[in-house]
């Protein structure tokens, strides 16, 4: 059974990195997420990572390598969860001024895979600053992540 896929794109290293597009509002978080959730359910892991790649700090390997392991992952588990057919906001949570975590669902046709995303406000903008997603649906219902 596939256990736990995490895919964690963190900001710490700043040296030689780029630094990602920024969103100005926090308003536009949301509607960033929706788009990403959106692509993935009409062009899988490669729309939806294509969708976030301006927004992370992270090198042009580490992201394709991050692009490549979700997606040997998705054919792993495909003819077990069927096939994507949509997703659904689950809910926000925002940490004093500078951090926002947005819940989702991707909906497959036989399970829910839990997609959380990681915003951070930097002197510049936000930023999206990690993501994971999984089959871990369970760990939805704990009230503190």
């Known amino acids: 059974m596939f256990r736990f896929l995490v895919v964690l794109i963190f900001t710490s290293s700043f040296i030689g990195a780029a630094w990602a597009?920024?969103?100005k509002a926090e308003?536009?978080?949301?509607?960033?997420?929706?788009?990403?959730?959106?692509?993935?359910?009409?062009g899988g892991i490669p729309a939806a990572f294509t969708t976030m790649k301006?927004?992370?700090?992270?090198?042009?390997s580490e992201f394709q390598s991050s692009a490549l392991a979700s997606q040997s992952?998705?054919?792993?588990?495909?003819?077990r969860y069927g096939k994507t057919v949509g997703f659904e906001f689950i809910g926000q949570k925002k940490l004093g001024e500078s951090l926002?975590?947005?819940t989702y669902i991707e909906k497959t046709e036989k399970h829910a895979l839990p997609w959380l995303f990681y915003f951070y406000r930097t002197p510049g903008g936000w930023v999206l600053n990690s993501f994971i997603w999984n089959d871990?649906?369970?760990?939805l219902f704990v009230t503190e992540r």
């Open 27 to 42: 308003a536009e978080l949301r509607p960033l997420a929706d788009r990403i959730m959106g692509n993935l359910v009409n």
């Open 136 to 139: 871990q649906m369970p760990q």
């Open 54 to 60: 301006p927004y992370v700090v992270l090198h042009e």
């Open 73 to 79: 992952q998705r054919e792993q588990f495909g003819a």
């Open 100 to 102: 926002v975590r947005l």
């Open 21 to 23: 597009g920024t969103l």
